[in-house]
């Protein structure tokens, strides 16, 4: 396994490899900057990794998104990722999780570990047990990173569409999580009608009987004919395979990496679809884990209020907006517009 030549290392400053036989763990943890803080955040990730190189690949991925979205949300932090190679359900423990809390603490302070897919608070108040640099144990992000999506959803749905309400929109939902589902919910809510999927049968059954949704196949989400996709569960699902098959206007979801490769974002532009940057639409879960991450400064780790972090999220829609009107001056695509918005910030706290 080779990271240095890995076309997602991207300067990063610190990636670490850590096992503990005792309780299975296999983890890695890639910190992409702490400049000038010192500090970096960013989830854990409980996935059952076909390999060791796909592990690597998405631990470099999400570890950059996290400081692009950090570093356009004025945070004070750079972006770091954790993830376990296992199944969840099948080889999480209290032992394994302790493992991961103690390697957490030997980095000192230069990570702060959060939820993420496969993880859950819970799961981080047990790693709090070994270590001091942990957030989510009294804050579930999922209601902020919803609202931030939704937010940028309709800047997107402005933007591309010319609309400035939601009624009679067609969306298509693409899973239905703790983050989808709320999503789901908001924007029947706005009077959008709902196309869904999942990998699970449950959660479908839920959306269409809380939410008057329209059950579709996973395999099928890229054929409906709607006004917007909304990518809400795994990455890199925008790829060769799939965009020729999309019937919609605009992308605008919740997901991490919706890009298989960078390239796919002129792809998308080449069919006239309008993409929003997956790192500015979720950065509201960052944005609501701040609030908790303040007891490391030596504040109250049970003051979290939610009004506050919704309306702070709210900058999501003036983000988005700054990053389309840079996309025209400059002749890129949405996407390259955010990143670089992003790698400017990130290039002045460096050097600041």
């Known amino acids: 396994m080779s990271v ?4 997602e290392f991207d300067d990063h400053e610190q990636v670490s490899f850590f096992r503990d036989v005792d309780s299975g763990l296999s983890a890695i943890v890639a910190i992409h900057s702490t400049a000038p803080f010192g500090i970096a955040g960013g989830g854990c990730r409980f996935w059952p990794y076909a390999t060791d190189d796909e592990a690597l690949t998405d631990a470099l991925r999400l570890s950059r998104a996290m400081s692009y979205k950090l570093a356009l949300c004025d945070m004070p932090a750079g972006g770091a990722k954790s993830v376990i190679i296992g199944d ?15 390697f957490v603490e030997r980095l000192g302070g230069k990570y702060i570990i959060a939820e993420d897919v496969g993880t859950t608070e819970e799961d981080m108040r047990v790693i709090g047990l070994e270590t001091k640099y942990v957030v989510g144990r009294h804050t579930d992000t999922g209601p902020a990173t919803a609202y931030g999506a939704f937010v940028g959803l309709r800047a997107a749905v402005k933007r591309g569409l010319g609309r400035d309400d939601l009624a009679g929109l067609k969306v298509a939902v693409q899973g239905l999580g703790n983050v989808g589902f709320r999503l789901a919910r908001l924007l029947k809510q706005s009077g959008a009608s709902l196309r869904v999927c999942d990998v699970s049968s449950a959660a479908v059954e839920r959306a ?29 699902i925008l790829n060769d395979a799939t965009i020729g098959r999309l019937r919609c206007k605009v992308v605008a979801g919740a997901a991490n990496n919706q890009l298989a490769e960078e390239r796919h974002a002129q792809a998308l532009a080449a069919r006239g679809i309008l993409y929003a940057p997956d790192f500015v639409l979720n950065a509201g879960g ?27 999220t709210e900058k999501i829609g003036a983000l988005l907006a700054g990053a389309f009107e840079r996309a025209d001056r400059e002749g890129v695509t949405p996407h390259e517009a955010a990143v670089r918005l992003a790698k400017d910030k990130i290039r002045e706290r460096r050097t600041g």
């Open 4 to 7: 240095f030549s890995s076309p």
């Open 88 to 102: 969840s359900k099948r080889d999480k423990s209290e032992a394994l999780l302790r493992a991961m809390g103690r």
């Open 208 to 236: 269409v009987a809380e939410l008057g949704a329209e059950a579709v196949g996973v395999a099928d989400i890229y054929d409906q004919e709607v006004d917007v996709l909304a990518p809400c569960a795994l990455g890199a």
């Open 286 to 312: 960052v944005i609501g884990a701040s609030q908790e991450g303040k007891q490391l400064g030596g504040g109250d780790p049970n003051v979290y209020d939610e009004a506050i972090a919704f309306k702070e």
